[in-house]
């Protein structure tokens, strides 16, 4: 079964400290990881893309790393502000074969307090 | 340059009631994408319109929904009879690149919250 998991369900974290967000996928074929940012009433935005052959991949203070091989990724932010609460969600892209669509995981929820 | 809007931001039904949802995407982009969360899971795919044709309904849940994409514009998310299983938030998304590109980024909308009573 086509699945995205997050770790953990939830955080809170005080402002100027770092996390790393979990994400294990058993989405097959394989396209493309993304890490989403969903604030409270709004659409999710895009962080970060990647590849089968990347790795890495920062956006300011945000960056992800993809192990293919275990299928696992993760979301490392840095200095965190309170602006970064929100949920982050990561989705899988499916190739070809699964009809290029979007398997989303539940999300983590981020509370950064002073 | 303006993002995927939808219309309304919220909707309350009562059991039986029909509602439709409006999405417009991104001026340009030809592929637009409708999805629900349902309160407590994740986000799933409804369907996929490549300018005004329907490239993959795989996810309506039902015949009670009927998308619509006249003219490859805006679309409409219409659910009739609407049942109480129906109550989530519902996004639009759309993108510029074809489904088969490798990166087909998508910009999703704000979505639409349906609650049905």
């Known amino acids: 079964k086509n699945q995205v998991e997050q770790s953990p369900q939830s955080l809170i974290i005080l402002e100027g400290k770092n996390c790393t967000l979990q994400c294990n996928y058993t989405v097959s074929p394989f396209s493309n990881l993304r890490w989403y940012k969903q604030d409270t009433g709004r659409g999710p935005v895009s962080l970060t893309i990647?590849?089968?052959?990347?790795n890495t991949k920062s956006n300011g203070r945000y960056t992800a790393t993809l192990d293919a091989d275990t299928k696992q990724s993760s979301l490392h932010i840095t200095a965190s502000q309170l602006s970064d609460s929100a949920s982050y969600i990561c989705?899988?892209?499916?190739?070809?074969?699964?009809?290029?669509?979007?398997?989303f995981g539940t999300g983590t929820q981020l509370k950064v307090e002073l | 340059e303006a993002g995927v809007t939808q219309f309304p931001s919220h909707s309350v039904i009562e059991k039986g009631q029909t509602v439709t949802l409006r999405c417009d995407p991104i001026s340009g982009h030809d592929n637009l994408y409708w999805y629900r969360r349902v309160m407590g899971k994740e986000i799933k795919f409804l369907l996929h319109f490549v300018k005004e044709s329907k490239q993959d309904e795989s996810g309506m849940p039902n015949n009670r929904f009927l998308a619509e994409r006249t003219g490859g514009t805006y679309s409409t998310l219409k659910v009739q009879p609407a049942e109480l299983e129906d109550s989530g938030v519902y996004f639009c998304?759309?993108?510029?690149?074809?489904?088969?590109?490798?990166?087909?980024?998508?910009?999703f909308g704000p979505g639409t919250r349906l609650t049905v009573l």
């Open positions: 998304a759309s993108s510029h690149h074809a489904s088969g590109s490798s990166v087909n980024e998508q910009f």
């Open positions: 990647m590849t089968f052959s990347e």
């Open positions: 989705v899988v892209r499916r190739g070809a074969g699964g009809g290029n669509k979007l398997t």
